[in-house]
C-alpha cells in the first residue's frame, strides 16, 4: 500500500483518467485554480486597482523560488517564459570565440540542443557526450579539455528519465574553469534542488511540469558572479535598475537577474505558480521526493511483472526521479500510446516507449487503474489492437 495523506482534496481529478504525465503538462492542484479564479475576479471588478498587491506577489514568488532551489539571495531569480528562453540567454550572452566547446549530452531535449547549435556558425563546437555507459558522468568529464566552456545538462533526462549526480558534475567543472548550466525542468517540484550544493552557474525551469503551474513562467537561476558575463539580448523598461522612473533618459540594467525581464511581468501565471509552489513548499521537497519515489518503485516493480516488458528507464532509486519509460515486445510504441491515451491513460511516447510520470499525490487507485488497462490492452490479438 502507498502512503497517502491529506492532500489528495487538491487534486479532486476525473476518475475515468489516469494522469501519468507530469514529466509534460501537470495538472494545476485546486489552490492554482482557486488563484486564478479569485484574479480573474479581481480584474474584472477592478482592473489593476490594487497593483501594489500584484508587486507584492511577484516578491513572494522570487522568494518562494529561493526557497525551493536554495539560491543564495531572491536577486539571483529572474522570472522568465520559459525554459529554452532562459537556455538561450545564456546561449546568446557569453562571449564565445571560434574554436569554444560547449558539451552537451546525446539525450537532451530540443531546448538545451537547439541554443547551443545555433553558436555553430560563430564556430562555437558542440559536442554530444553519450550518457549509454554505466558511470555518464564520467564520460561528461573525460569529454571536458582545453577548450572546453561550458557544460549544460539537463538534471534529469526526458525521455530515459536518467537522473545525473550533479555535484558531481558542478565540482568537476569548477576544476576545470567551465560553466555549469542545470536544465531543471524535470526535477525541479520532484525532489530537492540545491544550486549552492550543485555549485551551478545557471539553472532554468517551467512552471508547467513538477511545479504544478501554468505553462509560459518558468525561472532562471543566474549565479551573481556569473550576471555580468552574459551580454543581454532582450531590452524593456522593467530591466533596468531605475525601474519606474520612466523619464529617465540614462538606464544601466538592474543589478539583480531582474535584468533578464525586459516587460510587463506574466501576472496571471504569477498567481497560479505561487499558489502551486505554496502547496509544494508546505509539503515539503524531501517528503515530495519521497512519495514520488514509492511510485515509480511501484511502478517499475508492477511494469516488470508483466511479460514482454523491457525498462528503458533506470531502476536504480538514485538515478531516477519521476519518469518510468517502457517498451513492450512485439508491439509498436504509437499504436500502444493511441490506445492508452483512448482508454483514459494519459502518457507520453518518448525515447522509443512509452513514459509515465506520476506524481507525489498519484494515489494508488490511478496507478493500478493504468497497470490493469495496460494489461487488458496487451491481452488482446495486436490486430484489434490496431483498430
Ligand atoms: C528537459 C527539458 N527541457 C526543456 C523542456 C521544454 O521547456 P520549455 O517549454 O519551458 O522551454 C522540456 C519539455 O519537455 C524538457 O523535458
Redesign the pocket.
Known sequence: MLHETHWDDQFPHDPAICYLNH??VAPWPKCAADAVTAFAQENITQGARDYPRWVRLEHLLRSQLQALMNAPGKDDIALVK????ALSFVAMGLDWQAGDEVLISDQ??P??RIPWQALEPRGVIVRQVSLDGVNPEAALIAAMGPATRLLSI?SV??ASGLRMDLPRLGRACREHNILFCV?A??SLGAEPFDVQAIDCDFAM??G??WLLGPEGL?VFYCRGEARDKLQLTQFGWHMVEAMGDYDREDWVPANSARRFEPGSPNTLAQHALSASLGLLLSIGATRIQEALQQRTAYLLQSLTAITGIQILSPTQATRRAGIVTFRVAGQDSERLHVLLMKAGVICAQRGGGIRWSPHFYTPQRVLDNALTILRTILAQPTDSNAG
Open positions: 514529466a509534460a520559459n525554459t529554452s528562453e537532451e531535449f531546448s538545451n539537463s533526462q526526458y536544465d525542468i524535470q525551469a517551467d508547467h511540469k518558468g
